[in-house]
C-alpha cells in the first residue's frame, strides 16, 4: 500500500508516544492522583518540536505564546494525558509485556523494512536512538494488548478482499528505477553566504559573483570529468561515489538510492533518471544541489500488487485501526470518570485552546469566530 510501512506499523506509538524514565516529580498535571512531570513534558516538547519543519525555523521556545509554540504544546499535553489515562487502564488489568513480544514485535518491524540497516537509517533521519525506538515497540504492544483486551479485534478475509476492491489505487505500484549517483555540491546561494562569512570585510557584489560563478565552474569540470571516466568504464561507479560523493548517506553505499517513483526525486534528476537504460551512465544533471552523475542499474514497469500478496499488509492496516478506534474510545470513557487537575493553568487544553483561537481572531479580525458561531446555529 502507499504508506510509510514504519509509520503504518508505528501508528499507535507515534499517536501515544510519550518520554519514559523521567524523575523529575514536580507534578504539572495530576490524574487521579498520578502526576505528569514537568520533566516529561520538557522532554515531550524537544522531541516534538525537533521532528517539525517548525523546529528549524527558529527558537520557538523563546517565545511560549507564539502560535507554533502553542500548537505543539496542545498537542504535546493532549498526548501525555492520553497516554496516562490508559497507562491506568492497562495497569487495572494487569497487562504486562515480556522481552518475547518486544522481540516479536521488533522482528516484525524489520522484516518490514527489509531488514535492519534500512530500518536504523530511518531511525538516524529522525533522530531516534535504538533504545527510544525499542522502548516505543514495547508501549506499542502494550496498547495492543489494551486495545486487544477492550473488544474483540479480529478482521475478517471478507473485509480485507473488499478493502483490496474498494482501494484500488492504493494497490497500484508505478515505474520504479534503481540507481546510484553522485552528488557535487554546488548551490550559488550557499557558496555565497560562505565566502561572505570567511572574508573579514565585505565583498562587492561584482566580486562575490565572480567568486562563486568560478566556483560554480570548477565543480562542473570537476563532475563533467568524473561523468567522462564513468561513461568510459561503468564498474568504477561504486569506487567513484565513496570517494567523491558529498551526498553522504548514499556515498556509504556506492551511491545506491535504491528503488525509487519518478515524483521522489527532485524533476531535474527524476526526468534524466527515468530516460535512461539499464546500465547506463548519464550527463552531468544540474540540480538545486549541484551537479550530478546518474547511474541506472535496474527498471520495474508499472504493476498492481495481487491482493493474495497485499492481503497481511490489509490484515495489519484494518487490525491497526480497529486497535485505535479501541484507544479512542476507552480514554474518551476514562476521561469522563477521571479525576484531572491543572497544577499551572497554562498546560490546560482549554487555556491553550483560547489562545490559540485569540490569536486566529486578531489574524482575522474576527472572521474565525463568526464562522463558529453560524456553524453552530446551522447545527441547531
Request: positive net charge.
Amino acid at each position: 500500500m502507499k504508506c510509510s510501512k514504519l509509520l503504518t506499523t508505528l501508528a499507535l506509538s507515534a499517536l501515544l508516544f510519550t518520554g519514559c524514565g523521567v524523575k523529575d516529580q514536580n507534578a504539572i498535571i495530576k490524574i487521579n492522583d498520578k502526576a505528569i512531570t514537568q520533566a516529561e513534558y520538557n522532554d515531550l516538547m524537544d522531541k516534538s518540536i525537533a521532528q517539525t519543519p517548525f523546529g528549524k525555523l527558529g527558537d520557538l521556545k523563546g517565545n511560549k505564546d507564539g502560535f507554533l509554540y502553542l500548537m505543539i504544546e496542545q498537542r504535546v499535553i493532549n498526548q501525555l494525558i492520553i497516554q496516562e489515562l490508559l497507562d491506568q487502564e492497562a495497569d487495572a488489568r494487569g497487562i504486562k509485556v515480556s522481552n518475547k513480544d518486544v522481540d516479536n514485535a521488533l522482528k516484525k518491524i524489520i522484516d518490514q523494512m527489509g531488514g535492519r540497516e534500512q530500518l536504523q537509517e530511518i531511525l538516524n533521519q529522525n533522530g531516534l536512538s535504538a533504545g527510544e525506538f525499542k522502548k516505543d515497540v514495547k508501549n506499542q504492544v502494550r496498547m495492543q494488548k489494551l486495545a486487544n483486551s477492550a473488544g474483540k479485534i479480529e478482521v475478517t478475509d471478507k473485509e480485507c478482499e473488499n478493502y483490496y476492491k474498494k482501494n484500488p489505487d492504493k494497490f497500484k505500484n508505478p515505474e520504479l528505477v534503481r540507481a546510484s549517483h553522485i552528488l557535487i555540491m554546488a548551490n550559488e546561494y550557499q557558496m555565497g553566504e560562505e565566502l561572505k562569512s570567511k572574508s573579514k570585510k565585505d565583498i562587492p557584489t561584482e566580486e562575490l559573483t565572480a567568486k562563486v560563478k568560478a566556483q560554480m565552474e570548477e565543480k562542473k569540470a570537476l563532475a563533467e570529468k568524473l561523468a567522462k571516466e564513468l561513461k568510459a568504464d561503468s564498474s568504477k561507479f561504486a569506487q567513484y561515489a565513496k570517494k567523491y560523493s558529498e551526498d553522504e548517506g548514499s556515498a556509504k553505499q556506492g551511491g545506491d538510492l535504491g528503488f525509487f517513483p519518478k515524483d521522489q526525486m527532485v524533476p531535474e534528476f527524476g526526468q534524466v533518471a527515468f530516460s535512461l537504460k539499464p546500465n547506463t551512465v548519464s550527463d552531468v544533471v544540474k540540480t538545486q544541489y549541484g551537479y550530478h552523475i546518474i547511474f541506472v542499474q535496474d527498471r520495474k514497469e508499472p504493476s498492481v500488487t495481487p491482493y493474495e500478496k497485499a492481503k497481511s499488509g490489509i490484515k495489519d492496516y484494518l487490525t491497526n485501526e480497529k486497535q485505535i478506534k479501541a484507544l479512542d474510545e476507552l480514554t474518551q470513557k476514562a476521561k469522563k470518570q477521571a479525576k484531572i487537575e491543572y497544577m499551572d493553568d497554562r498546560y490546560n487544553p482549554d487555556t491553550i485552546q483560547k489562545k490559540l483561537s485569540k490569536q486566529v481572531d486578531d489574524a482575522t479580525g474576527g472572521a474565525a469566530s463568526k464562522i463558529k458561531e453560524q456553524a453552530k446555529k446551522n447545527k441547531k
